[in-house]
T-cell receptor, first 115, second 114 residues
């Protein structure tokens, strides 16, 4: 399909392990967002990319969280030394423009469980 | 501080009855407003959006929402719900002074009974 694709859909890791979550945005979309959705909550903003530039990372909870989008398309969210409070669904969204408002298209998310 | 409030955590409605979901926001800049729906295990699907202009906006699946600036509200409505409308609904707000990041409410879970 032509939507936002996230992988893996489910990830189980032991506390202390590093994990990497992948997002394939819609082709040609300039803007890419990561959100964290805890159980029973709304999504919370983590970080924003405009092409390959990370313009806002104010929502990253700690320096254990790192995101990149080196070629301006696929993005990876990495969490180092995972902790139980990192358990959540991680959503990626993309939109076609870099200014003005365009609705964001969301992927189905990666459900991360830290044991 | 900026905030988005969905006062109803859970709503139960009979199939065929009308539905209204409340959303209130507090934003310093001109807000852009959205309603998204999320089915279990799925991502968020956009129902409708308000950027400017007519304050009554129509969306997909028969939903509509009305922007009331004086009340800082953007309530979602549907005249007659279907069993397939059972899901979680999120109100989201963005502003002109951000890169487009959205602030979401906590969501309203809608249960549809026969």
């Amino acid at each position: 399909g032509a939507g936002v694709s996230q992988s893996p859909r489910y990830k189980v890791a032991k506390r202390g392990q590093d994990v990497a979550l992948r997002c394939d945005p819609i082709s040609g979309h300039v803007s890419l967002f990561w959100y964290q959705q805890a159980l029973g909550q709304g999504p919370e903003f983590l970080t924003y990319f405009q092409n390959e530039a990370q313009l806002d990372k104010s929502g990253l909870p700690s320096d254990r969280f790192f995101a990149e989008r080196p070629e301006g398309s696929v993005s990876t969210l990495k969490i180092q030394r995972t902790q139980q409070e990192d358990s959540a669904v991680y959503l990626c969204a993309s939109s076609p423009r870099d200014r003005g408002y365009q609705p964001q298209h969301f992927g189905d998310g990666t459900r991360l469980s830290i044991l | 501080a900026q905030s988005v409030t969905q006062p109803d955590i859970h709503i139960t409605v009979s199939e065929g009855a009308s539905l209204e979901l409340r959303c209130n926001y507090s934003y310093g800049a001109t807000p852009y407003l959205f309603w998204y729906v999320q089915s279990p295990g799925q991502g968020l699907q956009l129902l409708l959006k308000y950027f400017s202009g007519d304050t009554l906006v129509q969306g997909i699946k028969g939903f509509e929402a009305e922007f009331k600036r004086s009340q800082s509200s953007f309530n979602l409505r549907k005249p007659s719900v279907h069993w397939s409308d059972a899901a979680e609904y999120f109100c989201a707000v963005g502003s002109t002074d951000s890169w487009g990041k959205l602030q979401f409410g906590a969501g309203t879970q809608v249960v549809v009974t026969p």
